[in-house]
């Protein structure tokens, strides 16, 4: 059975950071593109930033460049998501991801291979 768990999660002020991980089981990731989603209160679930493998070009939304960063370690089947320099509307869910094909998770799509159930990021003073 495929599992992806999230962790890292949590109450955060402004400017600050967090580090999420997700590590899935019953997959090999060396297969699969894997990302971050987020789902904010009133909004539709966008795409945070994904990774492709073996070659590992990354896409990011324009929202986050420059202050989160993905990476993926295959040999522990784990996706982390740095988020430097939260912002109050950065708060939402955040959903890692795993599919096979790197285009369809930059699009967005909802038919993703394999979802975790999420871990809330909150960015308050």
């Known amino acids: 059975q495929v599992q992806l768990v999230e962790s890292g999660g949590g109450l955060v002020q402004p400017g600050g950071s967090l580090r999420l991980s997700c590590v899935a089981s019953g997959l090999a990731l060396d297969y699969y593109a894997v990302g971050w989603f987020r789902q904010a209160p009133g909004k539709e679930r966008e795409v945070v930033s994904c990774?492709?493998?073996?070659?590992?070009?990354?896409h990011y939304v324009d929202s986050v460049k420059g202050r989160f960063t993905i990476s993926r370690d295959n040999a522990k089947r784990t996706v982390y998501l740095q988020m430097n320099r939260l912002k109050p509307e950065d708060t939402a869910v955040y959903f890692c991801?795993?599919?096979?094909?790197?285009?369809?998770?930059?699009?967005?799509?909802?038919?993703?291979?394999?979802w975790g159930q999420g871990t809330q990021v909150t960015v308050s003073s």
């Open positions: 991801a795993a599919d096979r094909t790197f285009e369809g998770m930059v699009q967005g799509a909802d038919d993703l291979d394999h």
């Open positions: 990774m492709d493998s073996p070659n590992p070009r990354t």
